[in-house]
């Protein structure tokens, strides 16, 4: 093996109250694609951020290239070539690709100091062609999908000459096919001798893409495998520090077909498409497909969260007309929104208060609140959710995305779900959490609610699902029984090709 | 509570500072006066207050209370209408034209910035349109004594405003710190996004916000008007948006929005009162008058920044 690039050794971090590294080890070789895994909380994000100059160690040491170096701010850390794609993408949406990857080193014409634009194009365009991408250096970011701003992240990494490219959960807002359009990309840029620190809680991406797996647990080194050792359950091993038992929990729940009812659902993304479905009571229907596939836009026009957006709604016997959100939360049929922190939580708001936000009128009397009963009623969610908070006074932006999430999905169950609507449950939450999440939605199935369940992650639909629905450009390209259920039929839906195996939409 | 403490001791700082430099600053006269001037401040402070909760803004206020002064004054001596109709009117007037702001900020989603600027011009030209650009007053009236000493007398020797202001921010501090609609004002200002997500009624909560703030202008435009006994359309009540905004702020709230509290904004206005007050009995030329209170804000914004920057990890 070549001499690392990059080594850290024994990094250690303290915060008030809690270490979150505790002499940490690492070390990546040029051309090596490295996997960092573990639970939420192992010190993973700390670890990078360090790298990235956000934190300094109070101990240890950092070399690059064999020398030993201090990160004291990004700037030390990209001369150092290392570049960083962050989990949420940093990009500015209202400038075109060049000025994104030139920001804030544009070269300058002088004498006034104007930007040299025909240089950051002519400049931008063969890296476009490196990364695979056929689209203009003028074109705005706004008008790029979610993958394709993260590969503007790469390239503009690419452009500053970075040897070691950290990737936090990249994945997680992509599709299938543009998954491995990036995996692809990794082992490009591997041939090329560049060094990829890869962290993902989707271990099929991390077998398929790694030399070589790290884990950290509470803080410190779990251990490595090599090439040969990556295996799904040897990570998780690692990770948890136990065996997981599988994550599929069977139905046990009595299902009535056909208790909810949705019709002629339109979105003002697709507006000329429009959606049926049945789902049963007690039933986990998954909506598979492609990101952009328009599976959230429909929960929302149906919810009534997308103001032109419709739908025709029976609930048992009950047709409902529902034009806001207020109108299908009375009917007991809730959204838990893929955007926790932008549309699912107040973060600025105490566990508490997040708890009880959808049903306040409930915890007052006469338009004033009864804090006991908020207090009392948070700390029943914390207590069957096993939510891990210092208390109910504690911010929800304190606590960590599996908490949060918790808290989330907390906030409705108070409320007695007719219907839960679940969007990317588990997007970003690491591997323990995600357990406890669908048990806990394998126990509302079970009691009798309708779930519905959107997800990109495959196993996490394959695992969760009785039946799936797949979407693909606006509308549903059929439904898989429980024993159709497998990767290929779902795949094939998502493309839009038919599957034999696939029923309509909703039955005759 | 901290934040408020803070600014609290800050208040008191001051006037020992100026006691001990000037003993008149306890005297029963001043204090009677400097009281009398925090609760007219103090009213509509609180109603813009509830508006920056929101992550709104309302730049009408000062325009609005000189259009409540002339339409007050109007009806009373030229269009001799009884005085409870007359309060209604004046309160009524600035409720609708908060409401037109909600509506215009949550409906045609424009920014409240805009919408209430746009409200100062406004209203201040109507308000010197329909007087004629004349400066009116309440001569030697007769017919409306008791809303006169409502507005401007004394209750066991306390300024009418301050005990309006007592009353106005005791129910205020009630709906926003243990009331479901206060609930819904911070959850809001904080993530509007998040509020809708959760069932509630964006639109109504913001749009109330502005009627509310109307409403507290309206008194307070009657109490103003019934001090200073003449309503100059052209400069009654100028600016003194910016002073609740600045008492605001000084008390805690945040122009993002979802931050403040009625005792904050309380104690930023009796602090401003308190400095201009300041000005005058230690001598400080009154040309400086703005420019100290600019600092103490800047100041104290400033404090809290970088107490809060050390709070955190």
Redesign the interface.
């Known amino acids: 093996m070549d001499a690392p690039i990059l080594e850290m050794r024994g990094i250690s971090k303290r ?2 109250g809690v270490v979150a590294l505790d002499r940490v080890s690492l070390s990546i070789a040029p051309g090596e694609v490295l996997a960092l895994c573990g639970e939420n909380g192992a010190g993973k994000s700390t670890l990078m951020k360090i790298l990235g100059g956000v934190y300094r160690p109070d101990e240890g040491e950092l070399l690059v290239g064999g020398k030993p170096v201090t990160i004291e701010n990004v700037n030390d850390s990209m001369a150092l070539g290392i570049g960083f794609i962050h989990q949420e993408l940093n990009v500015l949406d209202n400038l075109d690709i060049a000025a994104n990857i030139f920001l804030g080193r544009e070269p300058l014409i002088a004498p006034f100091q104007w930007i040299d634009r025909k240089k950051i194009h002519a400049d931008t365009e063969p890296l476009l062609k490196r990364l695979g991408l056929n689209i203009p250096s003028t074109t705005l970011l706004r008008n790029l999908s979610i993958a394709q701003q993260q590969m503007v992240e790469i390239a503009k990494a690419l452009s500053q000459n970075a040897r070691i490219i950290i990737m936090d959960e990249p994945t997680s807002s992509l599709t299938l096919t543009e998954t491995d359009c990036l995996l692809d990309l990794i082992a490009g840029l591997r041939a090329e001798g560049v060094s990829i620190i890869y962290i993902s809680h989707r271990l099929g991406e991390v077998s398929r893409c790694a030399d070589r797996v790290e884990v950290l647990r509470d803080g410190k080194n779990a251990g490595g495998l090599s090439r040969s050792e990556i295996h799904h359950d040897h990570i998780v091993a690692k990770m948890v520090g136990r065996e997981i038992k599988s994550q599929r929990v069977p139905s046990e729940a009595v299902k009535t077909p056909g208790f909810f009812k949705v019709r002629n659902a339109r979105s003002s993304r697709y507006p000329d498409q429009c959606v049926s479905f049945d789902a049963a009571r007690g039933e986990i229907l998954g909506f598979a497909g492609l990101v952009g596939a328009g599976r959230s836009e429909i929960m929302k026009a149906m919810v009534g ?1 997308d103001e032109q957006g419709h739908a025709e709604v029976q609930l048992g016997e009950k047709s409902l007309v529902i034009r ?3 109108d ?3 009917n007991g049929i809730f ?1 838990v ?1 893929e955007d926790r922190r ?8 105490s566990v508490r ?1 997040n708890t009880t ?2 049903s ?2 409930s915890y ?1 009397t006469s ?3 009864n804090k006991d009963r908020e207090t009392a009623a948070a700390k029943e969610q914390i207590a069957s959710l096993r939510i891990k908070t210092p208390g109910a006074e504690a911010l929800v932006r304190n606590l960590s995305g599996g908490n949060q999430q918790k808290v989330a999905i907390g ?1 409705w169950l108070a409320m007695g779900p007719k219907v839960l609507i679940l969007d990317e449950p588990t997007r970003g939450i690491d591997v323990g959490a995600k357990a406890e999440i669908y048990k806990l939605i394998r126990t509302l199935a079970n009691n009798g609610a309708v779930i519905l369940i959107i997800s990109s992650d495959m196993e996490e639909v394959l695992h969760l699902s009785d039946r799936i629905a797949v979407m693909h450009e606006g509308r549903i390209t059929g439904v898989l029984d429980e024993a159709d259920c497998n990767e290929q039929n779902v795949m094939q839906l998502a493309v839009g090709r038919p599957v034999p195996a696939a029923k309509p939409s909703f039955g005759s | 509570m901290k934040k408020e403490l803070g600014i609290f001791i800050l208040l008191l700082a001051l006037c020992a500072v100026t006691t001990s430099i000037n003993p008149r600053f306890v005297s029963q006269t001043n204090l009677t006066n400097m009281a009398n001037l925090i609760g007219l401040f103090g009213v509509f402070s609180l109603g813009l207050g509830l508006v920056i909760i929101t992550g709104g803004i309302d730049l009408s206020v000062g325009s609005m209370c000189a259009l409540c002064g002339v339409v007050m004054s109007m009806a009373l001596t030229e269009w001799n209408l009884a005085w409870p109709l007359a309060v209604l009117a004046v309160l009524i007037i600035p409720m609708a034209l908060g409401w037109v702001h909600g509506a215009l900020v949550t409906k045609m989603r424009m920014q409240p910035f805009i919408v209430t600027l746009c409200g100062l011009l406004l209203y201040r030209g109507v308000a010197r349109f329909i007087a004629n650009d004349d400066t009116k007053g309440f001569g030697g009236g007769e017919g409306f004594g008791v809303l006169r000493s409502i507005a401007s007398g004394k209750l066991f020797g306390i300024p009418m405003p301050f005990v309006m202001l007592v009353i106005i921010g005791s129910i205020l501090w ?1 709906v926003l710190h ?4 206060g ?2 004002l ?2 809001v200002g ?2 509007e ?9 964006t639109r109504r909560v913001i749009t109330g916000s502005y009627v509310i703030a109307g409403l507290l202008t309206g008194v307070s435009g009657i109490m103003i008007a019934f001090y200073t006994n003449s309503v100059s359309p052209s400069n009654h009540a100028n600016s003194y948006e910016l002073y609740a905004i600045a008492a605001a702020v000084l008390g805690g709230c945040s122009l993002r929005g ?1 931050e403040g509290s009625i005792i904050g904004i309380i104690i930023g206005t009796a602090l401003l009162q308190v400095l201009q007050n300041l000005v005058n009995l230690l001598g400080i030329p009154s040309s400086l008058n703005f420019a100290v209170m600019g600092a103490v804000v800047l100041l104290g914004v400033m404090a809290d920044q970088m107490l809060r920057r050390r709070a955190l ?1």
Request: net charge positive; charged share 20%.
């Open positions: 915060f008030p969260l806001h959100a207020r299908s939360i009375g959204l929104p932008g549309e699912g939580l107040v973060t600025a708001m208060e936000l959808p306040l009128n007052s338009g004033i609140i906030k | 009630v243990r009331s479901v609609y609930r819904y911070l959850a904080r993530n996004e998040a509020a809708r997500f959760s069932g509630i009624n979802g990890p």
